[in-house]
């Protein structure tokens, strides 16, 4: 299919990007790579009147650490952030970029157009939820800085007000014997992932859990994450039995939708899968291990 037709307008700075967007209205939609917005249109499941086209902007590719965070601006493309010191000190942020699609997607997709469209089966949701991250959104009056777990609200859902983008995503710097990890299943590498998961924790001294996060992808309408699992772990030792134990207790809040890349029932499977092994590799990464990580594929 191809797109209703809208109108095209490439500011050159990003205050008059956000003036445009303000005197368009509810009609208009920033413009990043385009690497989600373009099927959605040419699906028409989104009918815009203007695109605001903000993919020259270089005040947005900003990819750098200040004192305990890292600030990525929200046109730095999959691929850049794969290749970033971010990624490296990171290991499962290098997990996500690294295997999001194919190499042409790397090289043009965003992870601030990624998390505005909030698709739920894309990866940086789930990814930005392990590692506790904040969006840096902007508008005419000024900016404001919201919680990942607040900014995604629903599929194709964000918190976004009228005329605001998202500028920057700021990720904390794990502490020392820190590791995580995140996988997907796909089809094949173009297509979003079936099901993914991941796991990013902490570990004392003496190997026990100090902090942990869990989350699934491709789970429902937004990241499925649970307070209660991940305090139930804290304190502890991670034997298999407790990961066994915290995978079924998470996948068992999980929906995934039964369409053409499985059933519910093998999304569940699968989730309950990947997050026992991205776990695993969590721990030999917070041990000092160097671990390769990729997604499965069918």
Known sequence: MYPAPFRYHRPATLGSALTLLAELGAGARPLAGGQSLIPILKMRMDEPSDLVDIGRLTELTHIRKDADRYHLGALATHARIAASAAAAEI?????????????????????????????????????????????????????????????????????????????????????????????????????????????????????????????????????????????????????EAKLQQAAAALVDLSDPPTDARGSAEFKRTMLHTLVVRAARMALQRAQGDVVKGSHDYA
């Open 91 to 239: 290991p499962a942020l290098h997990d996500c970029a690294a295997n999001i699609a194919d190499p042409q997607v790397r090289s043009l997709g965003t992870i601030g157009g990624s998390i505005s469209i909030a698709d739920p089966s894309s990866d940086w949701p789930t990814l930005l939820h392990l590692l506790d991250a904040q969006v840096v959104c902007r508008g005419l009056h000024g900016s404001r800085t919201i919680d990942i777990r607040d900014f995604i609200t629903d599929s194709y859902s964000n918190s976004l007000a009228d005329g605001e983008l998202v500028t920057e995503i700021q990720i904390p710097v794990p502490p020392a014997n820190s590791g995580g990890a995140y996988l997907g299943f796909k089809k094949a590498a173009p297509a979003y992932p079936a099901a993914a998961a991941g796991v990013q924790l902490t570990l004392t001294a003496g190997n026990i859990c100090q902090t942990i996060r869990l989350a699934l992808g491709a789970a429902g309408p937004v990241p499925v994450t649970s307070g209660d699992i991940e305090q139930s772990l804290v304190g502890e030792p991670l034997t």
